[in-house]
């Protein structure tokens, strides 16, 4: 398939736990980006990772790549209630403009 | 920080009508997209556009759906005679460059309920 399927659908944890969003994907990729949506709003961007990088930090947020397994993964450290939310992985073909998204995992992160 | 803005946030419209959503990118951007998302599913590309032209589309993007940049700041979405399925989050996007290795920033979405 051209989009990225992310797994598992659904992550429950306590906060102070991580959680760790999987993305698999198909074709080639141009990069990849994950994004957070809370509920009945728009996608915010949270980390860019292009095709010729293993992984990349951003605050308490780990993503990794690895192009020969066409997959990557979100790491959330030490999670946090407001960090509850629906993570979608998001890929961009190389000869392509368009954000394709995956079904995306939805985080509940309980106090 | 800048926010890509819609209007109006929720529009509801008799099947077979016209609507018109509207968006204001940031205002660097030159690249403009719309999604959308049917309730429970994923988010799905319509289209972009840069330079007062369209760069991509997907097959949702029939005849029905059309796009313009009236002025400089204002990036709409018509959707000329709509059906019940063309219920959705409509959400429009910008970014400075194209998709590739851009983020693209988001607005908080139109609500369109068809009835």
């Known amino acids: 398939s051209q989009q990225g399927e992310e797994d598992p659908q659904a992550l429950s944890i306590q906060e102070g736990e991580n959680a760790t969003m999987n993305c698999s994907y198909k074709?080639?990729?141009?990069?990849l980006q994950w994004y957070r949506q809370n509920s009945g709003r728009g996608l915010v961007h949270l980390i860019l990772?292009?095709?010729?990088?293993r992984e990349k930090h951003s605050g308490r947020l780990r993503v990794t790549l690895d192009t020969s397994k066409k997959s990557s993964s979100l790491l959330i450290t030490a999670s946090r209630a407001a960090d509850t939310a629906s993570y979608f992985c998001?890929?961009?073909?190389?000869?392509?403009?368009?954000?394709?998204f995956g079904k995306g995992t939805t985080l509940s992160v309980s106090s | 920080e800048p926010e890509v803005t819609q209007t109006p946030s929720h529009q509801v419209t008799q099947m077979g009508q016209e609507v018109i959503l509207r968006c204001v990118p940031i205002s660097n951007h030159l690249y403009f997209y719309w999604y959308r998302q049917i309730l429970g599913q994923k988010v799905e590309f319509l289209v972009s556009?840069?330079?007062?032209?369209?760069?991509?589309k997907s097959e949702i993007f029939d005849d029905q759906f059309s796009v313009e940049r009236p002025d400089g700041s204002n990036f709409t979405l018509k959707i000329r005679s709509t059906k019940l399925e063309d219920s959705a989050m409509y959400f429009c996007?910008?970014?400075?460059?194209?998709?590739?290795?851009?983020?693209?920033?988001f607005g908080d979405g139109t609500r369109l309920s068809i009835l």
């Open positions: 556009f840069y330079n007062n032209e369209i760069s991509e």
């Open positions: 990772i292009r095709s010729n990088e």
């Open positions: 996007a910008s970014s400075l460059h194209s998709g590739a290795n851009q983020p693209q920033h």
């Open positions: 998001a890929l961009v073909h190389q000869a392509g403009t368009a954000l394709i």
């Open positions: 074709t080639s990729i141009n990069n």
